[in-house]
């Protein structure tokens, strides 16, 4: 009895300790589910076990049992291992006295269910129950010499211990309970039968670790990636570059997926392009590559071809999968795009250029003198660029190779744009490439730059951030500007550049807009910011181009010379006007339009002349006051404004535009006067009838000594008359 209950102590401590290894894996951190990964769909195997009684059976025997086995894992729950044994149990008797007479073996079949859990690639343990029968042969038990038998009823309980030094080999410890109940009249060997086996089984299937069994359960198609762009480098990031299908091959779901991109030398780590919950037996997925590449991009020459890696991770039945796809692609240089999207030009438009800043920089410098207060500071600013440009020798040159018509036309064909430093550098370049400079040089002095893409050609237009409403302010003529969202916009071929002067390339931007007017869907406008809202600028190093800015008073004289046949024209325009219809408004708008050009005598006639024709004319009562205030006659200016607005008062009229501007008119003359409490007052007062007008003069708001003088030198004096 003693070895029986070593037996059974030694079966309860590998129960028991099977169930808390087993708990503790359970609650432990998420890891590969092992029984999955090595799951084999059926082992074969034979054992011997050594049994002792439980029990008085009469006599001492000694109990064996030699059986074969065959297990299979369930699919889904590889755990759950229903199995077949068929064997046969010895039972010697060891009584010296009648060694054979008593002796007897049980041929014997079951049918079980175990549960095993693997706990490393090497070591199971489990637990199992049977239950079966048996045909039971006494061989001399009859003194005739013939066998004798009866059947048994046999139930089994028991665990495993498994040593698995090979995915196909696994050595077995099998301590058990078996249950023997005799269905014929001898019944002394009935009872509980204690038992430890040793076994060995073969275990179908393959090695999961061998590289030709690695598990592949998704199958990756359209692994082209069309040719990639640096000037899209941001881009990439947040969109798709190219798209793959993803395929589950297998008849199960595959579960957390996660999908993400690397290139080597031009990626600091992968991009996680998109995770997938759940990927059903056969369903196909499309999945967007993203890349967010790093500057080395920037670094290439010509076509870079590059083979990247798509990884993809997933946990498939339970293991945990990591699955690497090559994928192939040409990296073109920074200067290639294609014209399948209007915005994508944007991304080569770069403000933040130390050398462009630099050039704005010294250009606005140059002119700065030079500039009139009231005339809109956006088109001087634009002059002043388009003019320093044609002095450092910029010209346009069409490209041979590649004419903008045609890769406009055909959006397959890689066209090249320079960079707008090496343009400026190299003062030549085709429509595009001067677009871009013009544009990035306007944006980097801060003025909203735009471009026009009219069939087989792109020229650039910029905010002047004047009200379409006063329209005047930029040009008296309406059909000379555009008119976005209710600013008016300045439209300029650059490619005229070192031809011409600015007011030509003026000219022929609007006609080339307009002569599209019955066919305005081959004409289109895009916004520089709102472009650059999905296409960022290039990103690039501060690099000294060292640049010749050409002679600064050439620059200053060719200004001086846009500027001043601008005023010409404008002058010109209003003058005959008014000397064709006398009327009160065109003299009104003359006399705005030399004011705005420093003709200060000829507006003083043109204002006087309108108010001879009707002395409570307010436009003009208004706008020579005005004029007062740029010869800097500030209480000249004042008692102007208040005559007017007086008139205003007594007439009801003082809610409309005309009132704030009055109001905005005499704050800022009381301003001037330094009289602060004053201001404020009138400047409260039109920011309640007009707040957009009023926020152009902000600086009022807080009048006090020395404070906004820096916003103050940029205003443009508020004339009346401009059709309102």
Same mark, same amino acid.
């Given at each position: ?5 070593? *037996? ?136 005739? %010499? ?32 078996? *249950? ?169 438009? &770069?403000? !933040? ?75 030549? %370049? ?19 730059? %735009? ?20 329209? !005047? ?32 390339? *003026? ?49 200053? !004289? ?8 601008? %005023? ?40 006087? &002349? ?35 607005? &007086?008139?205003?008062?007594? +007439? ?52 006090? +000594? ?19």
């Amino acid at each position: 009895m003693r070895k029986s209950s070593v *037996w059974l102590s030694l079966l309860l401590f590998l129960v028991g300790a099977s169930s808390e290894l087993g708990a503790q894996v359970s609650s432990g951190p998420e890891a590969v589910d092992l029984d999955l990964r090595y799951r084999y769909p059926l082992s074969v195997g034979a054992e011997y076990q050594s049994f002792s009684p439980l029990g008085d059976i009469g006599g001492v025997y000694k109990v064996f049992d030699i059986s074969g086995t065959a297990r299979m894992s369930l699919e889904d729950n590889p755990r759950i291992q229903p199995f077949v044994s068929a064997g046969a149990l010895q039972y010697d008797n060891q009584d010296v006295a009648e060694p054979e007479r008593w002796d007897h073996t049980h041929f014997y079949g079951l049918l079980g269910l175990g549960y095993s859990r693997r706990f490393s690639r090497n070591l199971e343990f489990g637990a199992e129950v049977a239950a079966g029968a048996s045909q039971v042969v006494f061989p001399s038990l009859s003194p005739d %010499g013939e066998a004798v038998g009866h059947q048994s009823i046999h139930l089994t309980s028991g665990a495993r211990i498994s040593l698995v030094p090979s995915y196909n080999l696994s050595i077995e410890i099998h301590p058990n309970i078996r *249950w023997l109940y005799s269905l014929g009249e001898l019944s002394d060997f009935d009872g509980f039968l204690l038992g430890i086996g040793f076994g060995a089984n073969f275990r179908f299937g393959q090695d999961p670790d061998l590289a030709a069994a690695a598990i592949r359960s998704l199958r990756v198609e359209g692994s082209r990636i069309p040719p990639v762009f640096p000037s899209m480098q941001s881009y990439y990031s947040r969109n798709p570059m190219a798209s793959i299908n993803l395929v589950n091959t297998e008849k199960h779901a595959i579960n957390d997926i996660e999908i993400s991109f690397f290139q080597a030398g031009y990626m600091d780590s992968p991009t996680l392009c998109t995770t997938i919950p759940v990927l059903d037996p056969g369903e196909r997925r499309e999945v967007p590559v993203l890349a967010a590449f790093n500057q080395s991009v920037f670094q290439t020459e010509g076509i870079t071809p590059l083979s990247g890696e798509l990884t993809l991770k997933y946990v498939s039945r339970g293991v945990h999968v990591e699955q690497k796809q090559p994928v192939s692609y040409d990296l073109y240089d920074k200067t290639a795009t294609t014209w399948d999207d209007d915005f994508k030009v944007a991304a080569f438009i &770069t403000p !933040a250029d130390s050398a462009l800043r630099n050039y704005a920089s010294y250009v606005r410098q140059a002119f700065k003198e030079s500039t009139i207060p009231a005339v809109n500071q956006p088109l001087q600013t634009a002059i002043g660029l388009y003019e320093a440009l044609g002095e450092i020798g910029c010209l346009y040159q069409a490209d041979p190779q590649l004419p903008f018509t045609k890769a406009q036309d055909d959006v397959s064909i890689i066209d090249s744009v320079s960079l707008p430093r090496d343009t400026l550098k190299r003062a030549t %370049g085709d429509c595009d490439d001067l677009t871009v400079l013009y544009c990035s040089l306007l944006e980097a002095a801060g003025i909203e730059s %735009g471009y026009i893409l009219v069939p087989g050609h792109i020229y650039a237009v910029f905010n002047t951030g004047v009200g379409v409403r006063e329209y !005047a302010a930029v040009n008296p003529d309406r059909g000379m500007t555009l008119s976005i969202d209710d600013t008016v916009w300045v439209p300029v071929e650059i490619t005229l550049v070192g031809e011409t002067g600015f007011y030509d390339a *003026w000219r022929k931007g609007i006609e080339e807009w307009v002569g599209l007017k019955q066919n305005p869907e081959l004409r289109v406008l895009v916004r520089t910011r709102e472009a650059q809202s999905v296409y960022r600028p290039i990103g690039l190093r501060e690099i000294d181009l060292g640049l010749q800015y050409g002679n600064m008073e050439r620059v200053v !004289a060719s200004f001086n010379r846009e500027l001043a046949r601008l %005023g010409k024209v404008s002058v010109e325009e209003q003058r005959i006007a008014a000397a064709e219809s006398g009327l009160k408004e065109d003299y009104n708008r003359l006399g705005i339009a030399c004011a705005r050009y420093q003709l200060f005598n000829e507006a003083e006639r043109a204002f006087q &002349t309108a108010l001879k024709t009707d002395p409570a004319y307010i436009s003009a009562m208004v706008n020579l006051a005005t004029l007062n205030f740029l010869e800097e006659d500030y209480r000249q200016a004042l008692t102007g404004f208040e005559e007017a607005y &007086t008139i205003l008062r007594e +007439a009801g009229r003082t809610e409309g535009r005309n009132a704030a501007k009055i109001l905005i008119n005499i704050s800022r003359a009381h301003y001037k006067l330094e009289q602060f409490d004053e201001s404020r007052t009138f400047f409260t007062r039109a920011s309640s009838i007009d707040p957009e007008l009023s926020g152009r003069f902000a600086y009022l708001e807080t009048a006090s +000594a020395g404070i906004g003088r820096a916003s103050e030198k940029s205003d443009s004096p508020l004339f009346i008359g401009e059709d309102e």
